[in-house]
């Protein structure tokens, strides 16, 4: 697609939008539907697109793209009116008699780029929030993805006027390019590098952005864990998608008193699931190409690795790997492994756990811990910054719209899901109405005599 194409089609967007036509309760909701019946239509394409690109299994195409987005749209769908209200809050008696409210009002035309990882999920979740706050997107996928990114676009094209949603194909330089026309707000899920250069394209043009980023993950296994179950959720979270998301466990922190008999049952777990041959298994993923197979095996140190360690570069395959013995000064904990090699690294108090968090890349998107004890539990969520995340469960709180899903610092900025996702992609307008039967003099000169009756009234 050319410069000119990809400008065109931001100009029509604006002019789209500045019709009003995308406001209305009634446009929403049938856009929300018509998505919702694509996504439906071409969950077969959508689900061999996601086997070819990244070896997604049909269960985990469904459970983390396909039936991820239309939960959420139907939960939307149930939800909007309300959404849309205006919220009345409360005025202050020196600005009396008036009421207070705010109104959702959509931002414009905005951008949405997505990563490669979850390219169905991480693109029409973001714009099923926009649509429902009033919006029209432009969408751009990785080009690491090409045949979820084919069906992207044959699921736009056919159900999305350009003016309202259009799909931009091609790879940098079409980003480039997207970069450098004038949203009103830009959405990037992706690598802090990125997200970065998104960052400062966007400051030239103070455009607002939304930044979903990822960091090294901790997750903490005391020594009061429930220790089967969590060797079970661990291995479940680490490995779907071939370690490929963003809010995997990326390094298990095991306390001293458990560790070998934790790691003998992650082992035996990984080989129920995954079997003698994981490469041979149904339901295992493949890395997306040859560049990052390449970061993902130069972490493997063969004198730490108790479990898994084998790869085929013509296949995009890694097995499940586990390293002991790990340092924070090895490759693999220098950055986010996004891949499935799993460090374990052990302590023996909570302030070991600290230090060792605060010694790493900061602010990680997610964080888990797996105790029985309140204390622990609390210690671990009230004291390590991080986006978000779980007790005694890994990547779940992803699944619940009710919870803000976003990270912090390093890890990004704003947030999505439900009700956020609505008001992500919406300006809260503030409105103050004044009555017009009286006129309070107190605020007007001159001002003699009244000065204490206001400290009264402000203190």
């Known amino acids: 697609m050319t410069g000119q194409e990809i400008k065109d089609i931001v100009s029509a967007q604006r002019i789209f939008f500045d019709s009003g036509a995308t406001r209305s309760y009634a446009f929403r909701i049938e856009q929300l539907n018509k998505l919702r019946d694509g996504i439906r239509r071409y969950e077969k394409d959508f689900s061999t697109a996601l086997k070819a690109d990244l070896g997604k299994p049909e269960f985990e195409a469904y459970m983390t793209e396909t ?34 409210r705010i109104l959702f009002s959509p931002l414009g035309v905005n951008l949405i780029i997505s990563p490669f990882n979850y390219p169905l999920g991480m693109t029409l979740g973001p714009l099923t ?40 194909p091609g790879e940098i330089e079409e980003t480039k390019i997207l970069l450098e026309q004038h949203f009103d707000h830009i959405f990037f899920t992706g690598s802090p590098r990125i997200g970065s250069i998104i960052m400062r394209a966007a400051a030239d043009k103070l455009i607002p952005v939304t930044l979903e980023l990822g960091g090294k993950t ?31 466990p990326d390094y298990l922190l095991v306390h001293k008193s458990v560790k070998a008999e934790f ?27 040859e560049k990052h197979f390449d970061r993902i095996s130069a972490f493997m140190d063969d004198s730490k690795i108790i479990a898994g360690g084998g790869t085929r570069r013509e296949s995009r395959f890694i097995a499940p790997t586990l390293m002991d013995n790990v340092s924070l000064d090895d490759p693999v904990m220098g950055e986010e492994i996004f891949g499935p090699v799993l460090p374990i690294l052990e302590y023996e108090t909570l302030e070991e756990v600290a230090s060792i968090i605060g010694n790493l890349p900061k602010h990680p998107l997610a964080c888990y811990v797996y105790s029985q004890s309140r204390a622990v539990q609390n210690a671990i969520m009230e004291n390590i910054q ?49 009555a017009t039967f009286f006129d309070l003099p107190l605020i007007y000169p001159p001002y003699a005599g009244k000065l204490n009756f206001i400290r009264r009234m402000m203190k």
């Open 218 to 248: 901790p997750c903490v296994v005391h020594g009061d864990a429930k220790l089967e179950l969590a060797a079970r959720r661990i291995v479940f979270g680490k490995f779907m998608n071939a370690g490929q998301t963003c809010v995997a």
């Open 129 to 168: 929030a926009a649509l429902a706050a009033g919006n029209t997107a432009v969408l751009k996928t990785s080009e690491l993805t090409p045949e979820s990114a084919r069906m992207m676009q044959k699921l736009v094209e056919e159900i999305f006027p350009p003016e309202l949603v259009a799909y931009v």
């Open 263 to 289: 790691v003998k049952l992650l082992k035996e777990r990984i080989d129920k699931i995954f079997g003698d041959d994981p490469e041979a298994c149904p339901d295992y993923g493949r890395i997306v190409n």
């Open 67 to 100: 039936g991820f987005v239309l939960n959420d749209i139907s939960y939307t769908l149930k939800r909007l009116k309300k959404w849309m209200r205006p919220r009345k809050v409360s005025t202050p008696i020196l600005i009396q008699p008036g009421s207070s």
């Open 386 to 434: 991080f986006g978000g995340g779980c007790i005694n469960h890994c990547i779940q709180h992803l699944a619940n719209p009710e919870l803000p899903f976003g990270g912090v610092g390093h890890s990004g900025m704003g947030r999505y899901h439900g009700f956020e996702g609505f008001k992500c992609f919406s300006h809260q307008k503030s409105v103050f109405k004044a």
